[in-house]
Structures are given as C-alpha cells and as structure tokens.
C-alpha cells in the first residue's frame, strides 16, 4: 500500500455500490460471523450506505491498522460530525472532549508522546510482578462464591477481577473502598464508554456519557492528588514520575490515561473472560481439555481472543488516496477494520469457526497493530491466563447458560450483560 502503486483500474467511493451496514442490527450483534464471511467473499474492502468503508480480510485489515503512513485517526471533531452533523460542538460534550484526548485516538506526535511515557510505567516488569497480586484477586473471588455453586458470571467475576486488578495497580485497596463503588465505576465505565461506538447517540444516551465521564474525572483526579500527596510503588506514581527529558504528562493527560487502561480493562478484558466461558460452554471437550491439562490457559486465551473478539473493530482515516485491494480509498474518507472479520479469515485460519485452544500459527488481530498495539496486551493476557487456570482448576465440572447469549447493545466492545454459571 503505497502512493507508487497504480490507481489505474481502481474503484473509489463514487464508483462503488454502497453495501448495507447497520451496526445497531439486532442479528448483525447476536451474531455477526455470517454477515462478515458473505463481505470477505464478495468484496472485502466494501464501501457502505453509511459512508465510510469496511474491510474485512485478514490481510487488509492488519495492511489497515499497521500503517502508520496511509491511515491515522484524522480529524477528530470532523469524524464525529460525519454522525452528528458539522454544526455540532463536538468538544463541548464531555464524553467526546475526553476521548479526543485519548492517546489511542492521536496521531503522532502527540501519540508518540503520551504513549511512550505510559509504557514507562506500564511496564512489562510492573506487569510480570502483579501475577501474585492477580492470582490473590481472583480465588478471593471465587472464594466468595465456591459454595453457593451457581453464580452470574459476568457481574460476580468478570467485572470485578480486571476491575480490582486495576484499582490494586493504581494503589486503591478494595477495603478501603466506600460500598458500591466498583458497581459505580463500571457502571461509569459502560455509559461513558458509548462514544466509542462511532455513530450519533440519541440525547439521552450522550447525556449520561457526558455526566459519567465528569464522576469518572472527578474519581482518578482525587486518585491522582492522593498520589502526589502519598507516592507509592504503584501505577499512578509512575505515571506522575514518567519523564521522556523535559516532558511528562499533565495532570489531565494522567486522568485520561487512568480512565482510558481502568475502562479498557472492563470493556476488553471482562467480556474476553465471559466470550471465552461461553466458548467453552459450546465446546465442552474444548473445557475438558483445559481441566486435564492447565498448561494450556495461555493458548486458550489467544484462541478465545480470535475466536470471539471482545473488540470487533477498529476505525482509521486514510491521509491520502490510497489503494486497498482493488479499491482506492480516498484522503479522508473512514475506514473500519473488522478485527473481529479479520480473525476468521479462513485463508490465514484454518477451519476458522472452530474453537481450538491447541490452535497454532497465525496471531490474531484482536490487540491491533502497529503504533496503536495495546498497550494493555500483557496484562490482559496474564488476567485471562490466571482466570481460566482457577476456574479450570476449582470448578472443573462448570456448565454456563450457552442457548440464549444476552449480548450487550453497542458494535465495537462485544460482550455478554449475563451469563449464569454452574459448577
């Protein structure tokens, strides 16, 4: 994908027959496999009615979001008004002012800054040593459930452990917590969180973003004044200390990223834990195997994060004309990568909707690519990775709910509301 390769013979746009896409189409979130393969057959890279183009094979979609020359995230403001409309005051809704300064929404070089002082204090080591702290988290959990035999999954687990996990890394102790206040930070999470979907909330809907995103400014901001107050050998000290020269992060920049790894912890790792109890709940010898061998909780974790991606996908805007398959995206225009499409693209996957845990070969697309790779992978990994060793391990004869899946509303974060479990 460069600017010397011919345009010659290329469809843009204009010259393109829009595809229907509706990403609030009730089939397309119960089960959007089928919708994907029928693209990836008949036209990969796809314009649609909405305006802005999908790609759906492995090939393009990593060709997409590895390349930092071509496609980069553009114009915020003008991005949302392609939903809202250009008289819309894009920044002054709080949910959008907030994600706009979201690093993983900013080109270099501002990216490459704030990103690079994260990683000093996300640390691979910093990562490594929280496995105790993790492992402690999770039998705590279960520990509290273990003789009930029977739980709700999602809201008596999922959530909690990356939840937890994030507040042990911030230096928030859990008995120290005022009651309610992790179902509170979730919740904030998953309202705030729906200006990630990309498409023109009702009023209701923006509303309550905009009033959770201030709680959740408000929280990390009094997190972040304790910090500086009391430094500790936790996540919120690094990121006060990180230094590149002269530069460090502003105090806002800090409470972005504090919400940004808190939310990216509910959104992508809860429902990887719950996406892959139901995996498992449709593929029972998947699970068996997993109880007779628990060395294999790494690699099921990379199975269960192609398999059923809790991100489905990811937007770019093309810097310029650019030539993607046989079609010639113009500079401006939007593009959806479905990571999610990507991930069981059958000539990178064999056998690609089967659930493998001993699967080998190619990497899923699921943590993006590039200058954007997540910066929260390993940790993730580890979490998923503890989680399915404890559950494997003390309640091995677990069955959950596979017939009737209640999947959440919104496109990009696929993830279960429930999923009731028995052991």
């Not at 994907?36 to 009615?49: C, I, K, W, Y």
Request: proline content about 6%.
């Amino acid at each position: 994908m460069t600017e010397a390769l011919s345009t010659a013979g290329l469809r843009d746009s204009t010259r393109s027959t829009p595809v229907t896409f509706d990403a609030t189409d009730p089939a397309l979130l119960a089960d959007p496999y089928p919708a994907f393969a029928a693209l990836r057959a008949g036209e990969p890279v796809a314009f649609t009615d909405g305006g802005f183009w999908v790609v759906t094979r492995h090939e393009d979609v990593r060709g997409v979001i590895i390349d930092k020359r071509n496609f980069g995230q553009g114009d915020f403001v003008r991005n949302i008004q392609l939903h809202y409309g250009p008289d819309f005051d894009v920044l002054a809704q709080p949910g959008y002012r907030w994600l706009s300064e979201v690093f993983v929404y900013q080109d270099p070089p501002q990216h490459t800054r704030i990103r690079g002082l994260v990683t000093q204090a996300l640390t691979a080591k910093r990562v490594r040593a929280m496995r105790p702290d993790v492992e402690a988290i999770t039998h705590r959990l279960l520990d509290r459930v273990i003789d009930d035999r029977s739980m709700e999954f999602i809201h008596d687990f999922a959530y909690q452990l990356p939840t937890l996990v994030m507040c042990d890394m911030l230096g928030i102790r859990e008995d120290e917590m005022a009651p309610g206040l992790l179902e509170q930070l979730n919740q904030a999470i998953a309202d705030s969180f729906l200006v990630f979907e990309m498409r023109a909330l009702p009023e209701d809907e923006l509303a309550l973003a905009n009033r959770q995103i201030l709680f959740l400014e408000s929280f990390f901001g009094d997190v972040l004044a304790e910090r500086r107050r009391r430094p500790g050998d936790d996540l919120a000290t690094g990121l006060l200390q990180a230094r590149d020269g002269d530069s460090q992060l502003t105090e806002r920049e800090i409470i972005t990223v504090a919400i940004g790894l808190f939310g990216a912890g509910f959104e992508t790792t809860a429902h990887m834990l719950g996406n892959g109890l139901l995996a498992f709940a449709r593929n029972p010898a998947e699970w068996r195997k997993l109880v007779g061998n628990r060395e294999l909780a790494p690699s099921a974790v990379e199975e269960i994060l192609r398999y059923e991606s809790s991100l489905v996908a990811t937007y770019r805007t093309a810097f310029h004309d650019t030539p993607l398959g046989d079609r010639l995206i113009r500079g401006g225009e939007r593009v959806l990568a479905l990571l999610a499409a990507g991930n069981r693209d059958p000539d990178v996957f064999p056998d690609p909707d089967r659930f493998d845990i001993e699967r080998e070969g190619a990497h899923h697309l699921t943590f993006g690519g590039g200058i954007h790779y997540c910066v929260g992978a390993e940790l993730a990994r580890l979490e998923g990775d503890v989680a399915f060793r404890a559950l494997a391990g003390r309640m091995p004869r677990l069955q959950a709910d596979a017939d009737n899946p209640a999947w959440r509303p919104g496109f990009l974060f696929r993830g279960l509301t429930r999923l009731p479990v028995t052991w």
